[in-house]
């Protein structure tokens, strides 16, 4: 587990900007490497700077051959409340991704059977949910799960509900990437920012490695790196 060392602090930078910018010239060094990388992308708060520097990527980054697998996305909600709307918003619409090549889990039976056919992941970004969930894997979510229907804790519905007007509104289900989804990708970024995230991700990364805290299971694999705005 390699705890992202923030780089060089640039004085107008605060550090979530310069952990954003450092997971940002990641994914653009994995790019220019490797032209149809497969990369697994989170929404939330939390990779939103991230995507704004990777829209205005001062260098031409071609896009055009990247696939792109969102982590997780609500069921039965309206097209602008979708995590593929996010995206779109945030970034797809902003870089020469092709759209042939933007994958989310409700619009395949198999959505592993999909990932596998394309080579596997090379990189997921993922954020941390409070209660420790990672993508839409809630606590109780079994070492041994690939992509699948989640009912969402109330934690998490609370955590959303301002994307959706009111709590009544939050959807209870979600699909997801499962924990062996992520780790089966060749590596793994956790970005935290922000107190609110300070106990669980002190609780995932120095805590038991269980189902009650999904985001422990990062610790099993070999190529994980942890960013945050806070020391844990
Ligand atoms: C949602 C998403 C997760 C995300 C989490 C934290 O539950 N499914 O992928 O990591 O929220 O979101 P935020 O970054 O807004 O704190």
Not at 15 to 29: D, R, V
Not at 124 to 134: D, F, P, Q, T, V
Not at 207 to 225: K, N, T, Y
């Amino acid at each position: 587990m390699n705890r992202g060392k923030v780089p060089p602090q640039d004085a107008d930078l605060t550090n979530s900007e310069s952990l954003s910018y450092k997971i940002a010239e990641t994914l653009a060094g994995i790019i220019r490497q490797k032209p149809n990388c497969a990369l697994g992308l989170p929404t939330g708060r939390t990779p939103l700077h991230c995507y704004r520097i990777l829209r205005e990527w001062p260098e031409f980054l071609d896009w055009s051959q990247v696939r792109c697998f969102s982590l997780d996305e609500y069921f039965d909600v309206e097209p602008e409340q979708t995590f593929g709307h996010y995206l779109e918003t945030h970034l797809y619409r902003h870089v020469n991704v092709s759209r042939s090549n933007v994958f989310t889990a409700v619009q395949y039976d198999n959505y592993d059977e999909l990932i596998g056919r394309c080579g596997g992941l090379d990189y997921i970004l993922l954020g941390i949910g409070r209660n420790g969930h990672i993508a839409f894997n809630e606590p109780g979510t079994p070492l041994d799960s690939w992509t699948h229907c989640a009912w969402l804790d109330e934690s998490t519905r609370m955590a959303n509900q301002e994307f959706f007007g009111s709590l009544e509104n939050v959807p209870q289900k979600a699909v997801t990437m499962g924990i062996r989804t992520i780790l089966s990708s060749r590596r793994l970024a956790l970005l935290a920012v922000g107190e609110s995230k300070r106990d669980v991700l002190n609780l995932a990364m120095t805590g038991p490695i269980c189902s009650e805290v999904p985001a422990s299971f990062l610790r099993i694999h070999e190529h994980l790196e942890v960013l945050a705005d806070f020391d844990w």
